[in-house]
């Protein structure tokens, strides 16, 4: 299979998708890995490390020219019109709320499968889970830096991957830290504990779906001075009605007098050990795509299949489609075959 891995174009994003370790599997097992010049260059990894893995070395549209293309960042405006019809993007797509760029993937044909909605056998998000761990624990060191002090009070909404590491650092640092999870942030709860915090860390994740704001305006009024808030969830929309992106050259702002940091790609800031990571996380799902196609793939796994956002252009989340306006493609094993 020709795979292709270009250099991220969304600003401020230093990471690569596949590690020179992960594309040696790839061409050791006969597949032509074709490695946009200067990819990794942010992480470290030179375009010689990529040729001593077996890898050419391309231009960008090189890269996007191939039958799948491994990306870390969603498509950005650059990008789609690189898209060939039939193309199959593996990356983080993070449509949920952003219905013109769903529109566009569409339009464009291609197949978009989405590694923030991968399931694996228990029903975890594989693809998220190193990226959330990373953020989370880096929320107590942004924390410090904005504050100017370690946070004495934390509150952590969500306890998947991101809040569990989330709330053991703020543990580690000294921090009252109190959770909430989604059978425990009632208003009533929310509103206490937000009130008495120095740090309310947003780490709420549902597949497909956007955040639940659990921070209304009228609450982020009422907060501590200083306090902050740190958004993880933002790609999904985010926890707090106060919350928009924000971005490493421009991570902060304040709104209602509370310290706002919702940078979107946290673990780009760290980009080596976040590469290595998500890497690893990944190349068993390019080796089996690259072995058995995507289609037969698709069939096979149900937990890759549920990461299908859109199939040949047809839009197959259904939440997504409603937010695009477009028709819903319901999708099964069977047509796969």
Not at 265 to 292: F, H, L
Request: glycine share 10%; with cysteine.
């Amino acid at each position: 299979m020709k795979i292709g891995v270009p250099q991220e174009a969304k600003p401020g994003e230093r990471r690569v998708a596949l590690v020179p370790r992960d594309v040696a599997r790839l061409t050791s097992d006969g597949h032509d890995v074709r490695v946009q010049s200067g990819a990794g260059r942010g992480t470290g990894f030179g375009d010689e490390s990529y040729r001593e893995a077996g890898a050419s070395i391309v231009d960008l549209d090189g890269a996007w020219d191939n039958e799948l293309v491994v990306k870390v960042k969603e498509l950005q405006a650059c990008e789609i019109p690189r898209l060939p019809r039939g193309l199959t993007v593996f990356g983080y797509h993070h449509l949920v709320g952003h219905p013109e760029e769903t529109r566009r993937v569409a339009a464009s044909g291609i197949t978009a499968i989405a590694w923030e909605a991968v399931r694996d056998s228990r029903g975890g998000f594989p693809l998220l889970a190193p990226m959330s761990v990373i953020a989370g624990r880096m929320s107590i060191d942004v924390a410090r830096k904005y504050l100017g002090r370690v946070p004495e009070k934390v509150l952590v909404l969500g306890a998947g991957s991101c809040g569990g590491s989330a709330a053991g650092a703020a543990r580690n640092a000294g921090a009252h830290v109190d959770v909430l999870t989604r059978a425990t942030a009632t208003a009533e709860a929310v509103e206490r504990l937000a009130l008495q915090a120095d740090l309310v860390v947003g780490a709420v994740f549902t597949a497909g779906q956007r955040t639940p704001k659990l921070l209304p305006r009228s609450l982020v009024s009422r907060m501590k001075r200083p306090s902050m808030i740190l958004d993880i969830c933002i790609e999904e929309g985010g926890i707090a009605e106060t919350t928009r992106r924000t971005s490493h050259e421009e991570p902060t702002y304040v709104e209602e007098g509370v310290i706002h940091y919702a940078v979107p790609n946290m673990p780009s800031a760290v980009p080596r050990e976040a590469a290595e990571a998500i890497s690893a996380a990944v190349i068993p799902y390019v080796t089996t795509i690259a072995r058995k196609g995507i289609a037969t793939a698709l069939h096979d796994d149900p937990g890759l299949r549920a990461g299908l956002f859109t199939w040949k252009g047809s839009v197959t989340n259904e939440g997504i489609a409603r937010e695009a306006g477009l028709p819903y493609t319901s999708v099964s094993a069977s047509d796969f075959q």
